[in-house]
Nanobody, 113 residues
Framework: QVQLVESGGGLVQAGGSLRLSCAAS????????MAWHRQASGKQRELVAA???????SYSDSVKGRFTISRDNAKNTVYLQMNSLKPEDTAVYYC???????WGQGIQVTVSS
């Protein structure tokens, strides 16, 4: 059974930082490109960052320079370090395999102004 479990969300003031983690099980993690998506209330889901199996990252323009995606294959975990957070970063954040076959349950990130 495949599981992706996010952690590390919460409430933070604007300008602050959070680090999201996503622990994977049931898949050969090292072979998968992984991604973080987010969905704000009333808006479409957005792909914010991805990382290939070879650790090449990519980012949406909205988070470039502020967010960093990384992975630890020994721990079957992908991370999203979020710095200089803005109220518009408020959303439910989802971890997923890049192809979209597997998704986590999502975790709330709220940035207060």
């Amino acid at each position: 059974q495949v599981q992706l479990v996010e952690s590390g969300g919460g409430l933070v003031q604007a300008g602050g930082s959070l680090r999201l983690s996503c622990a994977a099980s049931g898949i050969r993690f090292s072979t998968y490109a992984m991604a973080w998506h987010r969905q704000a209330s009333g808006k479409q889901r957005e792909l914010v960052a991805a990382i290939t199996s070879g650790r090449t990252p990519s980012y949406s323009d909205s988070v470039k320079g502020r967010f960093t995606i990384s992975r630890d294959n020994a721990k079957n975990t992908v991370y999203l370090q979020m710095n200089s957070l803005k109220p518009e970063d408020t959303a439910v954040y989802y971890c997923a395999t890049l192809g979209g076959n597997y998704w986590g349950q999502g975790i709330q990130v709220t940035v207060s102004s």
